[in-house]
């Protein structure tokens, strides 16, 4: 499936995201399957009841090949040659052997009636728990097969079937052979897929079947991101309860089913039963679902999930999957603005024809072998079949589970016009506007904002990549840039966007209705030409009014700027200072993907000038007086700087991230006439450890940053680093939560973050339900800083009139939040100041989004 265009409403392209279990990879091979020579198909039921057995298994005898019967009892099983005695098999029932030969009718009734045995005591010994002893020696046993797997292949059916509270919105499905690893995991070829019709972008790619199945019978089993404790965990009988429930009987053999129940509600874990042969002491049969310790994406406020599957011996001692069925349900909630309605995905997967630790292509593995799960097409020319076209019931050969009547339905009248989205309804605010008709089906279109005149990043931006348009002139579209503060009053601007051939360009410009002059006016461009794959060069310019320091913690400059915008506009302090710049700066970017390096070498040739406060306006009216802004050290600046960024990006507090960044910048007199002379040294590292509960997918984590920087010679005002404080009602981690409207500034600085996100685990002890189930999340943090000056700067200040705020000593703060309230939309933080009197009570306001 190929990703969605922009102009697509966003929730329309999580889908993707939603369908975890399913891979999407390029064609490749030939189908080389041979013909089949007869198709059973039929039913199997209860011989006295006539009652439909659902999830019997049919085997051929003396293979692995073989199918199972869908909820009603029904089944399709190709046969490749004649004649064959097909088994027939259903724990509870005697099994049926039925000889099939050119001469039989393709339509069998199976007819398995109710075994019977002598139900002996089960002897236990070692332990007073024979559900506890029966398992033990399941997992003993397992150890001693489990090590000599080392390879397999098998034919894989499977068939997702996504629907909502009504109506089965689409469904996919695919033939594939796939082959295991021990040591490189998982690849498929895909042999033949289909879907409905509304399912066009599945031509373009392969639908996998053995990639999506969970085998429970594995030590650990991944659920939406978690590994979960598998019930033949070698420890798994310190993390569960097994209690014998009944005995049963399959062709005349005890077999016992045993619930399982979690030893520790807060382990990543199962419950549901389990079905084990007597003396073989092997898993038959799984019925399992996720406790409520399941750590999901926060957008997915309720999941629920049930696995079931069947096992089989594939020669020796070797118990594998022969199905599996999944049902999950899922509530989406995005935030307060935009959720949608329940998506249910529901999966049948067949996996038959086994064969046991034989060689497998290499072809099909890299080099290194590190990327899994890969599927690929057998035949290019294989794309959506419909129901009309190809034989009902039958995919290309191989195992097939028939469809459900609601299935079949689905196939017949799905069109390509049937679109999944509009099986699911957005609500939320989002779904509100749409009702009125003030929101566009096709989504919102989301515009830029002015990164270039912000001075929050030193580095170029990424180049832009050729748009494939035949012509030279490529013109990608214009965005209004809006601000407001006390400098430059209101901002109305524009930037655009185009391709000059190879080159990426940015024009912007921009009216200040606060000052006069000739910084009531701003204006400004770049252009980027890539040298490389991983090379570009590039070129800035920018004249106006710019922040005189930087606001590295706040996700981004663009909404830096914004929510100050917000802030002063409402009559609270303006947090930034401000200076005339009129810069050029010329950039190569050199990317080294192993390891993550990003190198950025700049010179720069910049103009610096005070600019006065223009305006004390605010929206409601306010007798608030913002403060002067304090004149700095004009003349030219002219210097080089390198940047090297090691490590992955992300947004600290919501995605993962480990970075260093580490910029120097050196300008000299003697070297470019700069009027300015000094070096300055500047780092900042993230980092997050996964703390508890690793087998979540959101585990207890730890976030760190540190920020540091040093000057020597004398370095401009417009050059001092800072240590960010955080005006309400926006405190970013990265910033001191109790240091309130201004930063700490100074020739130096240091400063520590760090949070500790215990999540709902708090909650999960005390057994109070109702916020684990809002994901409602505890974090404790910190922060420790200071900047300082020397006194020679500080006495040069003080005779200009300017003065900077700096710590007494160093600032030490701790905190307690509330994560996840109003839909995630906000976050609740009490913190501390620990070397002063003071608490400060913030809001994150759309921290999630």
Same mark, same amino acid.
């Given at each position: 499936?190929?990703?969605?265009?922009?102009?697509?409403?966003?929730?329309?392209?999580?889908?993707?995201?939603?369908?975890?279990?399913?891979?999407?990879?390029?064609?490749?091979?030939?189908?080389?399957?041979?013909?089949?020579?007869?198709?059973?198909?039929?039913?199997?039921?209860?011989?006295?009841?006539?009652?439909?057995?659902?999830?019997?298994?049919?085997?051929?005898?003396?293979?692995?090949?073989?199918?199972?019967?869908?909820?009603?009892?029904?089944?399709?099983?190709?046969?490749?040659?004649?004649?064959?005695?097909?088994?027939?098999?259903?724990?509870?029932?005697?099994?049926?052997?039925?000889?099939?030969?050119?001469?039989?009718?393709?339509?069998?009734?199976?007819?398995?009636?109710?075994?019977?045995?002598?139900?002996?005591?089960?002897?236990?010994?070692?332990?007073?728990?024979?559900?506890?002893?029966?398992?033990?020696?399941?997992?003993?046993?397992?150890?001693?097969?489990?090590?000599?797997?080392?390879?397999?292949?098998?034919?894989?059916?499977?068939?997702?079937?996504?629907?909502?509270?009504?109506?089965?919105?689409?469904?996919?499905?695919?033939?594939?052979?796939?082959?295991?690893?021990?040591?490189?995991?998982?690849?498929?070829?895909?042999?033949?897929?289909?879907?409905?019709?509304?399912?066009?972008?599945?031509?373009?790619?392969?639908?996998?079947?053995?990639?999506?199945?969970?085998?429970?019978?594995?030590?650990?089993?991944?659920?939406?991101?978690?590994?979960?404790?598998?019930?033949?965990?070698?420890?798994?009988?310190?993390?569960?309860?097994?209690?014998?429930?009944?005995?049963?009987?399959?062709?005349?053999?005890?077999?016992?089913?045993?619930?399982?129940?979690?030893?520790?509600?807060?382990?990543?874990?199962?419950?549901?039963?389990?079905?084990?042969?007597?003396?073989?002491?092997?898993?038959?049969?799984?019925?399992?679902?996720?406790?409520?310790?399941?750590?999901?994406?926060?957008?997915?406020?309720?999941?629920?999930?049930?696995?079931?599957?069947?096992?089989?011996?594939?020669?020796?001692?070797?118990?594998?999957?022969?199905?599996?069925?999944?049902?999950?349900?899922?509530?989406?909630?995005?935030?307060?603005?935009?959720?949608?309605?329940?998506?249910?995905?529901?999966?049948?997967?067949?996996?038959?024809?086994?064969?046991?630790?034989?060689?497998?292509?290499?072809?099909?593995?890299?080099?290194?072998?590190?990327?899994?799960?890969?599927?690929?097409?057998?035949?290019?020319?294989?794309?959506?079949?419909?129901?009309?076209?190809?034989?009902?019931?039958?995919?290309?050969?191989?195992?097939?589970?028939?469809?459900?009547?609601?299935?079949?339905?689905?196939?017949?009248?799905?069109?390509?016009?049937?679109?999944?989205?509009?099986?699911?309804?957005?609500?939320?605010?989002?779904?509100?506007?749409?009702?009125?008709?003030?929101?566009?089906?096709?989504?919102?279109?989301?515009? +830029?904002?002015? =990164?270039?005149?912000?001075? !929050?990043? $030193? &580095?170029?931006?990424? @180049?832009?990549?050729?748009? #494939?348009?035949?012509?030279?002139?490529?013109?990608?579209?214009?965005?209004?840039?809006?601000?407001?503060?006390?400098?430059?009053?209101?901002?109305?601007?524009?930037?655009?966007?185009?391709?000059?051939?190879?080159?990426?360009?940015?024009?912007?410009?921009?009216?200040?209705?606060?000052?006069?002059?000739?910084?009531?006016?701003?204006? +400004?461009?770049? =252009?980027?030409?890539?040298? !490389?794959? $991983? &090379?570009?060069?590039? @070129?800035?310019?920018?004249? #106006?009014?710019?922040?005189?320091?930087?606001?590295?913690?706040?996700?981004?400059?663009?909404?830096?700027?914004?929510?100050?915008?917000?802030?002063?506009?409402?009559?609270?302090?303006?947090?930034?200072?401000?200076?005339?710049?009129?810069?050029?700066?010329?950039?190569?970017?050199?990317?080294?993907?192993?390891?993550?390096?990003?190198?950025?070498?700049?010179?720069?040739?910049?103009?610096?000038?005070?600019?006065?406060?223009?305006?004390?306006?605010?929206?409601?009216?306010?007798?608030?007086?913002?403060?002067?802004?304090?004149?700095?050290?004009?003349?030219?600046?002219?210097?080089?700087?390198?940047?090297?960024?090691?490590?992955?990006?992300?947004?600290?507090?919501?995605?993962?991230?480990?970075?260093?960044?580490?910029?120097?910048?050196?300008?000299?007199?003697?070297?470019?006439?700069?009027?300015?002379?000094?070096?300055?040294?500047?780092?900042?590292?993230?980092?997050?450890?996964?703390?508890?509960?690793?087998?979540?997918?959101?585990?207890?984590?730890?976030?760190?940053?540190?920020?540091?920087?040093?000057?020597?010679?004398?370095?401009?005002?417009?050059?001092?680093?800072?240590?960010?404080?955080?005006?309400?009602?926006?405190?970013?981690?990265?910033?001191?939560?109790?240091?309130?409207?201004?930063?700490?500034?100074?020739?130096?600085?240091?400063?520590?973050?760090?949070?500790?996100?215990?999540?709902?685990?708090?909650?999960?002890?005390?057994?109070?339900?109702?916020?684990?189930?809002?994901?409602?999340?505890?974090?404790?943090?910190?922060?420790?800083?200071?900047?300082?000056?020397?006194?020679?700067?500080?006495?040069?200040?003080?005779?200009?009139?300017?003065?900077?705020?700096?710590?007494?000593?160093?600032?030490?703060?701790?905190?307690?939040?509330?994560?996840?309230?109003?839909?995630?939309?906000?976050?609740?933080?009490?913190?501390?100041?620990?070397?002063?009197?003071?608490?400060?009570?913030?809001?994150?306001?759309?921290?999630?989004?």
């Amino acid at each position: 499936m190929s990703p969605p265009s922009s102009s697509r409403p966003l929730w329309a392209a999580l889908f993707s995201v939603l369908l975890l279990s399913i891979v999407v990879a390029p064609a490749h091979a030939q189908d080389t399957r041979a013909p089949t020579a007869l198709t059973l198909s039929g039913r199997v039921v209860d011989a006295d009841t006539q009652a439909p057995l659902p999830q019997a298994n049919l085997r051929i005898a003396d293979t692995y090949e073989g199918t199972i019967t869908n909820a009603d009892g029904r089944y399709t099983l190709t046969l490749d040659s004649l004649p064959v005695t097909v088994v027939v098999r259903y724990v509870g029932y005697e099994s049926v052997r039925r000889r099939i030969t050119a001469d039989t009718e393709s339509r069998q009734v199976f007819r398995l009636a109710p075994s019977t045995v002598q139900m002996d005591e089960v002897t236990v010994t070692g332990s007073g728990n024979p559900g506890e002893t029966i398992m033990r020696r399941v997992i003993e046993r397992k150890q001693e097969w489990w090590p000599e797997l080392k390879s397999y292949s098998v034919q894989a059916y499977n068939r997702f079937a996504l629907a909502s509270d009504t109506t089965i919105a689409a469904i996919a499905e695919s033939q594939t052979t796939a082959f295991w690893d021990a040591e490189r995991g998982t690849r498929e070829v895909v042999r033949s897929q289909r879907g409905t019709a509304n399912l066009q972008n599945l031509a373009d790619g392969a639908l996998p079947a053995a990639a999506t199945v969970r085998n429970l019978y594995r030590d650990n089993v991944e659920v939406f991101g978690n590994r979960m404790i598998g019930v033949t965990h070698p420890d798994a009988l310190d993390d569960y309860d097994f209690t014998l429930d009944t005995t049963r009987a399959i062709d005349g053999r005890r077999a016992f089913l045993i619930r399982v129940e979690p030893d520790n509600r807060l382990s990543s874990t199962f419950r549901g039963t389990v079905t084990v042969l007597d003396s073989t002491y092997a898993l038959l049969e799984a019925r399992l679902r996720p406790t409520t310790s399941l750590s999901t994406s926060r957008v997915l406020k309720e999941v629920n999930i049930t696995f079931e599957q069947q096992f089989s011996n594939f020669g020796g001692p070797y118990w594998l999957p022969v199905d599996f069925r999944a049902r999950r349900d899922l509530d989406v909630q995005f935030s307060a603005l935009f959720s949608l309605s329940d998506i249910r995905i529901r999966q049948v997967s067949r996996l038959s024809d086994y064969q046991i630790n034989v060689p497998l292509p290499d072809s099909l593995y890299d080099a290194d072998g590190e990327t899994d799960e890969i599927a690929m097409r057998a035949d290019s020319t294989v794309g959506i079949q419909s129901l009309s076209n190809a034989q009902p019931d039958s995919l290309g050969g191989g195992p097939f589970v028939p469809y459900s009547q609601d299935e079949q339905t689905a196939y017949e009248q799905i069109d390509s016009t049937d679109t999944v989205q509009d099986a699911f309804d957005p609500g939320g605010l989002y779904g509100w506007l749409q009702d009125l008709g003030l929101v566009e089906e096709d989504g919102l279109s989301l515009g +830029g904002s002015d =990164a270039d005149e912000t001075a !929050a990043s $030193d &580095t170029t931006d990424a @180049a832009g990549e050729d748009s #494939g348009s035949s012509s030279f002139v490529d013109f990608e579209g214009g965005f209004p840039i809006l601000r407001y503060n006390r400098v430059e009053g209101g901002h109305f601007g524009l930037r655009l966007n185009f391709g000059v051939g190879p080159l990426a360009v940015t024009g912007q410009g921009g009216y200040n209705t606060g000052p006069s002059g000739s910084t009531q006016w701003s204006y +400004g461009g770049e =252009a980027t030409l890539p040298l !490389a794959d $991983d &090379t570009d060069l590039s @070129a800035r310019y920018h004249y #106006g009014v710019a922040p005189r320091y930087r606001a590295r913690a706040r996700m981004g400059s663009v909404w830096a700027r914004l929510s100050n915008s917000l802030w002063t506009l409402a009559g609270a302090p303006d947090y930034f200072d401000y200076f005339g710049n009129e810069r050029l700066r010329v950039s190569i970017r050199q990317t080294i993907s192993d390891p993550a390096l990003d190198l950025t070498l700049q010179v720069r040739n910049e103009r610096h000038f005070s600019v006065r406060k223009a305006t004390d306006y605010n929206a409601f009216g306010r007798s608030v007086t913002q403060p002067a802004n304090p004149s700095v050290d004009d003349g030219w600046l002219r210097s080089g700087a390198l940047t090297a960024t090691l490590g992955d990006g992300g947004l600290l507090g919501v995605f993962p991230i480990t970075r260093v960044e580490v910029t120097v910048e050196h300008s000299d007199p003697d070297v470019a006439a700069s009027d300015f002379d000094f070096t300055r040294v500047e780092a900042v590292a993230d980092a997050r450890f996964e703390t508890f509960f690793q087998r979540r997918v959101r585990p207890n984590t730890l976030d760190l940053r540190v920020d540091a920087g040093a000057s020597f010679g004398d370095p401009p005002l417009q050059r001092f680093g800072v240590v960010e404080a955080s005006p309400q009602p926006y405190t970013p981690f990265g910033a001191l939560r109790t240091l309130d409207d201004r930063p700490y500034q100074g020739e130096h600085h240091a400063a520590l973050f760090w949070e500790h996100n215990v999540r709902t685990v708090p909650f999960e002890l005390l057994g109070w339900q109702a916020p684990v189930e809002q994901d409602i999340e505890l974090i404790v943090h910190g922060g420790h800083g200071r900047a300082w000056i020397d006194d020679d700067t500080e006495q040069r200040l003080r005779r200009r009139g300017v003065a900077v705020r700096q710590a007494d000593g160093s600032h030490h703060e701790i905190g307690l939040s509330v994560n996840g309230l109003l839909y995630d939309s906000l976050r609740l933080d009490l913190t501390k100041r620990l070397d002063a009197e003071g608490l400060s009570l913030g809001v994150s306001v759309l921290r999630f989004l």
